[in-house]
Structures are given as C-alpha cells and as structure tokens.
C-alpha cells in the first residue's frame, strides 16, 4: 500500500523557501502578461474563423449559396462585417441553428463569443481577448484544484506554476476557440469534486453539478472527465451517502445537458461526417507524435517529430517518473484521482486510434484533461523533492522554457496549432495585396481559407468570391477599375481556364496576378 513520502509531510507544515517563491512570482505575472501579448500577432486560422461564421449564425453552405447569386466584388471590411461579425440579418436563434450542424463542437463557447462580439469586440484581438480571459482565471483554478487534492499550499503553487507558464496552455488562451474555456470547466469540476467528498454540503454538491455541466456545453470530451470522477468517487466513498449525493449531482447535469444532447443525437451524421478525417486517417508513427505532444506542455519551440529529438524522450521519462513517485508516496485519495483524470482521456483517444485506426491521439488538444494530469504528477514530484537541486533545476527549467517558448512563437504569426496547410503564406500574400489598396482578390477557395486571407487584407481591398465549382471561363467578369488583379489559391483547372483570356504569373505561392491579354 502507498505511504506518504516523509519530505512532502515536511512541506505541508513548511513555508515556501526565497526562491520558490520569487519564481512563482515572477511566472505568475508573466504568465497573465504573455497571455495578453501580442494577441492579434498569428493569423486567425481557418477553424477560428468557423468560429466567427458560426458566432455570426450562418453555415459554410449558406455563405456559398449567398456568393454564387451575389459573386460581385465586396470590400474586405463588407465581406467581413457580413460573415464574421453579428449583424441585423442573423440572430441568436440562427447561431444555435448554426452550432447544431456542427454538433461535435459545444456551444456554451460559440454563444459566448457571439454575445461578447456584440458588446463591441469585433476585431481579431477582441474575439481573442474572450479566451484569454478564460486563460487567466485558470490559473487561479489551477491553485484550487491543487490545494484541495493536496491539502497543501507549496504543492498547489508549484501545479500553478506548471499550468500558467506552459506553453501549451498559454497558446489555445490566445485562440478564438473553446479550449481556455474547457480547460476552465475542467479544473472547476475536479476542485468541485474533491470539496464535495472533503466537506459534504448540498451547495458544494450544487456547485460540482454545475462545473460538470458547463464542462459538457464546453466540450464533449469533458464526459471522459466525468468518468474519472466516477471512477474516483465510487473508490473513495463505495456505496454510501456521499456516492448518492454525486450520483444525484452527475445525473442533474446530464439533465440539464440534455438538450443539447438531443440535438447531438439528431445531427448524428454531420458529427460523424464532420469529424471523419480524425478517425479514419492515419497519420505516421502515434508514438512519436505522442512524444511530441507531451514535450508540448512545458517547451515548445516548433520542434518535430524526429525519432532523434531528445524532448520526446526526457518528457516521457519526466513523466513516467513522476507518476511513479506519485503512486508510491502519495495516498491514494491523491495518485487516484490523478492517474484516473489522465489515464480515462488517454485511453478514450489511444485506444481506438490502435485498435481501428485514426489520429485521435496525435491532436494535442483533445487531451487537455490527460496534460492537466500529467502537470499534477510532475508538481508532485517536484514538491515532495524540493530539497533536491535535481528537481529544482527541472522546475526552474520547465519555468524557463515555457516562458520563452511563448516570447518566441508570439513573433511568429503562423505557428504549428495555425495549420501549415492552411495558413503558411497568407501573411506575405497579405503584405504584397496591401501594397495596392485598389487591388481585386479573386478566388473560389474554401471559405476558412478565404477568412483567414481576409483578416489580414486592408478593409479597401475588394475581394471577388465564388462558390466552389464556379466557371472561371464564364463567372468571371474582372473590372477595368481595379488594378492589380490577383488570383488566391486557383486550382489548375482554373487557371487553365482563365488562361485563354488573361495572362497569370505565379506572385508567390498561392498567388498570380492576373492581366488582359
């Protein structure tokens, strides 16, 4: 059976020594600062912008319908203003009509955003400043949720630091995606949780139902999070009045969850079309992406997923030791709860990418609940070890390497989250088009790719779009009065098309210029 290691009862009754403390000083304000900076610094990427269409209320499929009626030239800030902000033509009512065609994706985030877009924030930086709020108010989160599982202060402030300074954390609090919040409703359950088993009362209970519902309208993964607690409670408290109480809790928030629910049963067929490319693609050796997903939480410099690259290693043995030392010198009211949060996410995900195939496993922000876990194992061995320079260098280091990870993709405006595929040339495209406020952009390329080029255009550019599919030999009438003329992201069909009335040279990637001839 597992004892409690002698070092972490010291540090129970132990102030935090100069230096733990001027660290986590120094991190905790950098943190909050590097989840402000440079918010509007990387392109806003095909999927933030189906955030935008569906905080809007329009679906893809209305907006192409609208633009093969209406494929005249529109101004980027008209463009823009009609299909990534709230306007008089769509309500609240059409953004829950547009959330429910894409049922893989929760809504509470999506509902937020819409209604924060209406207090005013309709801009890049103001939709983004939405998540890094929720960012922020993680990190108090992350302090509650360690002081309740650890009853002691050095070790929740060391698991605070670990998530306020990980550069994984700190990028999805600058994206227009539901992730910071997620990550939220996570920490608030699980503190929600073990308040409820240390001090059993009918607002805590109250309180715990409440942060696992708003974790299910935030994410759907966040029934996994459910499972662990499941798991946990009934091993903690077997079949007694405590286990009611979280059985009446658990099942009052799946009631409460039940609308959106039914929706998600009723538009079964887009989930499941809608998220096809995760579970049935298959995507290189899992390992290594795994490796690299997990060097992910506490440096991030771009890296690979060499075979050679050291990171993947260190991270898994960091990882492996410090649940080892969790388990064998914590109780297990502690390493349970643990293993379970990480090891119930991480085997939904690795599971059934092994046995039927998929890259389930190789999205980094599937497993938000797997990574908080992993946090609270290495915040435990590097508390109940403080005494060691080893494990004090680790901690100064994970600090360190998170913090400049973050200070160097900050400048880098298209990042490994941002899509390569989808996003790596729009800022030079961006810079060459805006040269010329005159310009005319003509494209029919999927519309998240259309956006994303779009937020980055001067609001004077005009932009020419067509629904895919569009006869470049015939739907194409190019103005006398725009000049230059560009053609963005054309298949060779298209061009071979339009090759019999206009001379094209390729600009730059994804780019041609377009001239009579």
């Known amino acids: 059976m597992s004892r409690q290691h002698p070092r972490f009862r010291f540090l129970e009754q132990s102030a935090a020594p100069t230096w733990l403390r001027t660290l986590l000083g120094i991190g905790l304000v950098l943190s909050i600062l590097l989840r402000l900076y440079t918010l509007d610094g990387m392109v806003y990427w095909y ?6 269409v569906r905080a809007t209320g329009y679906v893809v499929a209305d907006v192409s319908a609208k633009l093969t009626v209406h494929s005249e030239p529109l101004t980027v800030a008209e463009f823009l203003g009609q299909y990534q902000y709230p306007n008089p ?9 547009s959330l429910a065609a894409h049922p893989e994706h929760s809504p509470l985030y999506y509902l937020l955003a819409r209604l924060w877009l209406q207090l005013g924030f ?5 939709i983004r400043l939405l998540s890094a709020i929720f960012g922020i108010v993680v990190i108090p989160a992350a302090f509650w949720l360690g002081s309740e599982l650890f009853r002691d202060r050095i070790s929740a ?17 600058q994206e227009a995606r539901e992730y910071s919040l997620w990550t939220l409703t996570i920490l608030l359950s699980c503190a929600a949780l073990l308040r409820s088993l240390r001090r059993p009362s009918r607002a805590n209970w109250c309180l715990y139902s409440l942060t696992a519902c708003l974790g299910l309208y935030a994410h759907p993964f966040t029934a996994f999070v459910l499972a662990s607690h499941g798991i946990y409670t009934f091993w903690r408290v077997k079949l007694s ?20 629910l039914n929706i998600v049963i009723a538009n079964f067929a887009d989930f499941t079309g809608n998220t096809a490319s995760v579970t049935t693609t298959r995507q290189g050796f899992l390992p290594l992406f795994w490796g690299l997903n997990l060097s992910r939480i506490w440096i991030d410099f771009n890296q690979g997923i060499s075979p050679w690259s050291p990171l993947h290693y260190l991270s898994a043995a960091l990882a492996i030791t410090s649940f080892y030392l969790l388990i064998r010198h914590t109780r297990p009211e502690i390493w349970l709860f643990v293993v379970a949060l990480s090891g119930v996410t991480g085997l939904a995900l690795l599971g059934p ?28 061995a590097c508390a109940m070890n403080l005494k060691h ?3 004090r260098i680790i901690l100064a280091l994970m600090a360190v390497c998170g913090i400049l990870s973050i200070l160097v993709s900050s400048h880098i405006p298209v990042w490994w989250h941002k899509s390569y595929a989808k996003s790596r040339h729009n800022p030079v495209i961006a810079q060459i088009i805006n040269e010329t406020p005159a310009a005319l952009v003509v494209t029919s390329d999927k519309l998240g790719r259309v956006f994303s080029l779009a937020h980055l255009l001067d609001p004077e550019v005009s932009l020419q779009v067509l629904a895919p599919g569009a006869d470049f030999a015939t739907d194409v009438a190019i103005a006398n009065n725009y000049e230059p003329i560009y053609l963005y992201r054309s298949t060779a069909e298209d061009r071979e098309k339009l090759s019999a009335l206009y001379r094209l040279e390729e600009t730059y990637p994804w780019l041609w210029s377009v001239t009579p001839r």
């Open 47 to 52: 999927d933030e912008t189906m955030t935008s």
């Open 89 to 97: 033509d769509r309500n609240l009512r059409d953004s829950w009509q």
């Open 122 to 126: 309709q801009s890049v930086l103001g």
């Open 157 to 173: 402030w060391i698991f605070t630091i670990l998530v306020a300074v990980s550069p994984f954390h700190i990028l999805y609090a």
């Open 241 to 260: 009045r405590s286990f009611v109480c979280y059985l009446l809790a658990s099942s009052a928030a799946i009631l409460l969850f039940l609308p959106w």
């Open 353 to 380: 990418d092994l046995l039927i195939g998929g890259r389930r496993s190789t999205i980094t922000r599937y497993a938000v609940s797997a990574y908080l876990g992993i946090q609270v194992a290495i915040a435990a």
């Open 389 to 391: 320079k080893f494990w």
